[in-house]
């Protein structure tokens, strides 16, 4: 177990949150290494100012990431690596969410809470299995929100970081961590062709109710149908398409900690 990995995972969470920003794309809103606005007013118990948020330390904000995140995946009782990947994904997206995925991983009830249970069935995983099928699902949730278009590319890319920087905790080598990343590159190959196809052919059913609207062959609610199909299929096109992308930023991320297993 990893008693000792707060330190370690804590400065890899860091490097990317960043410092002060305030995005207003960004429900959070100002944010300072990671910790909001809102949540530095609940660690204060009081309402806190944007000049307190932006004038946070790294001193300031490690027992607001021990207490709400690391604890509360019980991080002490992970494996290392699983207990980065778990934490850095409640860090981005909420401790109940990544608490979740885990428990979804190993089969045990998804209830948000790593207790006893949770922790028993991870005990009987191997770590580097866990670490690739959480950050797998941090993924495909993080690609479905509608701010995917603004901070996924940097999303994608610290998953992937995340993802290989805690399988070398887990023991993998960097092979195994190419190994890994050309797995990923080949599933994004196989999603853009396969989306690639699916627009296509949805572009071919638009065009048939277009073409049979002309020639007036079909009833307006034929022609209807046929336009809904069509949009659905080149959705859904499209939704493989920016999994490959998404894949790719992934692999590339692998591959550079790969390549500087030691770098920030």
Known sequence: ??????????????????????????PGGATNRGVTLGTLSTWLGRKATKAEV????????????????????SGDQLPRGVDLATF????????????????KVVGVKQDGAIGVSTLASVSTW??????VQICDSRLAFLRG??????????WGTRVGAVKAKALLMAGQTTAKLNEIAAADEQAATADKKQG??????????????????????LDWTAIAALGVAAIIIIICGIVLIRRARARREVAAAVRAVAANPTGA
Do not use: H
Not at 60 to 67: A, H, K, Q
Not at 145 to 154: A, E, I, N, Q, R
């Open 126 to 131: 191997p770590s580097g299995n866990l670490v």
């Open 196 to 217: 690639g196809k699916v627009v296509s052919g949805g572009g071919a059913i638009g065009a048939a109710g277009t073409g049979a609207s002309a020639t007036g062959s």
């Open 88 to 103: 850095d994904y409640g860090v981005n997206s909420g401790v109940s969410r990544a608490a979740k995925a885990l428990q």
């Open 145 to 154: 929100l509608t701010s995917w278009k603004t901070f996924g590319k940097g």
């Open 1 to 26: 177990m990893a008693s000792s990995n707060f330190p370690a995972c804590l400065a890899v969470t860091l490097a990317y949150e960043g410092g002060y920003v305030d995005n207003p794309k960004d």
């Open 54 to 73: 932006k004038a946070l330390t790294v001193a300031d904000v490690t027992p607001i990431y021990r207490r709400n995140y690391w604890q509360a995946v």
